[in-house]
T-cell receptor, first 112, second 112 residues
């Protein structure tokens, strides 16, 4: 079965500093990986995806993610954090019929 | 273009009562899904549908039923609500292929 793990419940970073939100995956075959963000009392919004090709994927709002096959990781990154980036972030892997298997989520807090 | 719309947004039920959550999408997507979100557990798939008239069980289907009589609508039913079904429910839809899923804003259900 496909799975992803988000080892950190919360990540704290100061505004202007780089941020990383970690995700590791366990899949059979080639992984289709996604990052979604959830703002308070809202649904999930798509940030970026890795299907194939370049290991560095660029997404919405200045976020990017690095796919690392040897480390089975797909970490989300941003060079300079904003207070408005504070939210709940989910890593997910796609299964058959495009079902998503989500990690447990990482809360990002960016302090002014 | 409304995307994915869920009704209601909030509901409080007494144990044993029944209710139906409605999900409507206007993007002509083939695939639709119901997830539940619980603290520390991420999102888990309840049921899904790959087309009008089809449904299938996900990871946590017990206590729920679904129907997809029309392509644009996906209904989630609770026949006899239990406190363990207190959760936030999200509907999502997507098209076949390497595309992201679109999520509704969620329904917060409390069973007392």
């Amino acid at each position: 079965a496909q799975s992803v793990a988000q080892p950190e419940d919360q990540v704290n970073v100061a505004e202007g500093n780089p941020l990383t939100v970690k995700c590791t995956y366990s899949v059979s075959g080639n992984p289709y990986l996604f990052w979604y963000v959830q703002y308070p009392n809202r649904g999930l919004q798509f940030l970026l995806k890795y299907i194939t090709g370049d290991n560095l994927v660029k997404g919405s709002y200045g976020f990017e993610a690095e796919f690392n096959k040897s480390q089975t990781s797909f970490h989300l990154k941003k060079p300079s954090a904003l207070v408005s980036d504070s939210a709940l972030y989910f890593c997910a892997v796609r299964e058959s019929f495009q079902k998503l298997v989500f990690g447990t989520g990482t809360r990002l807090l960016v302090s002014p | 273009n409304a995307g994915v719309t869920q009704t209601p947004k909030f509901r409080v039920l007494k144990t044993g009562q029944s209710m139906t959550l409605l999900c409507a999408q206007d993007m002509n997507h083939e695939y639709m899904y119901w997830y539940r979100q619980d603290p520390g557990m991420g999102l888990r798939l309840i049921h899904y549908s790959v087309g009008e008239g089809t449904t299938a069980k996900g990871e946590v289907p017990d206590g729920y039923n679904v129907s997809r009589l029309k392509k644009q609508n996906f209904l989630l039913g609770l026949e006899s609500a239990a406190p363990s079904q207190t959760s936030v429910y999200f509907c999502a839809s997507t098209q076949q292929g390497a595309t992201e899923a679109f999520f509704g804003q969620g329904t917060r259900l409390t069973v007392v």
